[in-house]
């Protein structure tokens, strides 16, 4: 507690935009902006700037829930998630692109899709935000994944998928978040 005393208190930590820098401008923008701390020193804030994404928790009348298994390249293994895709501008509809991703990616159409929830997957280093929904009343058909992605459809039991992410078998971080905020609306049903 004597510690936390010790630390300055500051009424303002709002830190602001002195200087923009773009690195990077592709598939997703890198910049190095230079910004005024609330001390008035300068300091780099590096980070991502990316338009969003959304993610679709599929959930079959069973409660089943329908998951893509495919390889990420940066951890070097294929992870079993839930469909998802990065919006094409930050004005992008969320629910005509949480349509088509549900369509190519597994191939399932929905009746309903609600709203989950929202969140900053590294809020300190990009300013992403991923939308989750939820979708039932699913109908299948054939998916149509982009041409560089390979993905296999599992479906597996609420349970199941609640376990793997205990056991580590589940470590997508947008999949970890939609199966908590499933359980807990669960929860909050009963």
Not at 99 to 106: C, D, G, R, V
Not at 115 to 132: C, D, Q, R
Request: charged fraction near 25%; hydrophobic fraction near 40%; glycine fraction near 6%.
């Amino acid at each position: 507690m004597d510690k936390i005393a010790r630390i300055p208190k500051f009424t303002n930590i709002t830190e602001k935009l002195f200087k923009k820098r773009l690195v990077f401008s592709g598939t997703v923008t890198f910049r190095a902006d230079t910004v005024t701390l609330p001390n008035g020193k300068k300091a780099t804030r590096e980070f991502l700037a990316h338009p969003g994404a959304v993610a679709v928790l599929p959930i079959l009348p069973d409660g089943s829930i329908i998951f893509v298994r495919q390889y990420r390249y940066p951890v070097g293994r294929a992870t079993l998630e839930i469909p998802a895709g990065k919006l094409h501008s930050a004005s992008d509809n969320l629910l005509t692109r949480i349509k088509a991703e549900l369509k190519e990616e597994t191939g399932f159409t929905a009746a309903r899709i609600t709203p989950l929830t929202s969140f900053w997957p590294t809020p300190a280093f990009s300013n992403e935000v991923l939308h989750i929904f939820t979708a039932c009343g699913l109908r299948g058909g054939t998916p149509n994944p982009d041409e560089d992605e390979f993905l296999r459809v599992e479906t597996l039991s609420f349970e199941k998928a609640w376990r793997l992410v205990k056991t580590g078998g589940i470590r997508d971080s947008k999949t970890v978040i939609a199966l908590q905020a499933w359980k807990i609306r669960l929860l909050e049903k009963s």
